[in-house]
């Protein structure tokens, strides 16, 4: 079995790549991003100016990668084809700031991290070989799960980061890829070793 250690040093690394690259393709101001409501609602309009508030008060530019963001109250987040954040984190600071990087880092699975993300999601594969299925709060599929293992692991790193010991409280509540409230048991198990 792989040391835990050695995995996370694969995140870090995937990490710093991304953001030293990132640092440097960008043109413009990272700030800048568009911002679109789906629906025109008064909640996507409020998570819109909440969203660009969070822009202006944390130094979030070395996890931007996309910078087209679409507010849709009736939508899960997703990352791709653009990035969008659902309403609920209204009024809730690290819960967006934290969606917002979350769904910012699937963005490593295109290229070109794309090599070097599919070599820590091995790791993570080799480390935890057998994963839970949807039903017991793991993802769709396998290879959504070990995503999201490495996704969760990269995104912890950067909240960190981004607002330090802050993030303890919130890194402690129930994390689930389904939507469920129970923990798997391949996840306890990851954050044991975190």
């Given amino acids: 079995m792989r040391h835990p250690m050695m995995i996370l ?27 679109g409501l789906a629906n025109g609602l008064e909640a996507e309009a409020i998570m819109a100016a909440e969203l660009r508030a969070l ?22 987040p997703h990352s791709h084809p653009i990035l969008t954040i659902h309403t609920r984190h209204i009024g809730e600071e690290l ?16 290229e070109p991290w794309l090599p070097a993300f599919q070599a820590a999601m091995a790791e993570y594969e080799k480390l935890f070989p057998t994963v839970p299925s949807s039903a017991d709060g ?24 981004l607002v330090g010991r802050r993030h303890e409280r919130f890194s402690r509540k129930p994390h689930t890829m389904n939507g469920s409230t129970t923990k798997s048991s391949t996840i306890r198990e990851y954050e044991k070793l975190h």
């Fill in 9 to 35: 040093a694969f995140s870090l690394v995937l990490l710093a790549s991304f953001v030293t690259s990132a640092g440097h393709s960008q043109e413009t101001d990272s700030h800048v991003v568009w911002i």
């Fill in 138 to 161: 793991g993802a769709r599929d396998n290879q959504s799960t070990y995503r999201h293992l490495l996704i969760c692991d990269m995104e912890l790193q950067a909240m960190t980061t």
């Fill in 95 to 110: 819960e967006l700031l934290s969606t917002f990087v979350h769904e910012q880092l699937h963005w490593l699975e295109d």
């Fill in 55 to 76: 822009l202006r008060t944390h130094e979030v530019e070395p996890w931007i990668l996309t910078k087209k963001i679409l507010i849709d109250k009736k939508q899960i």
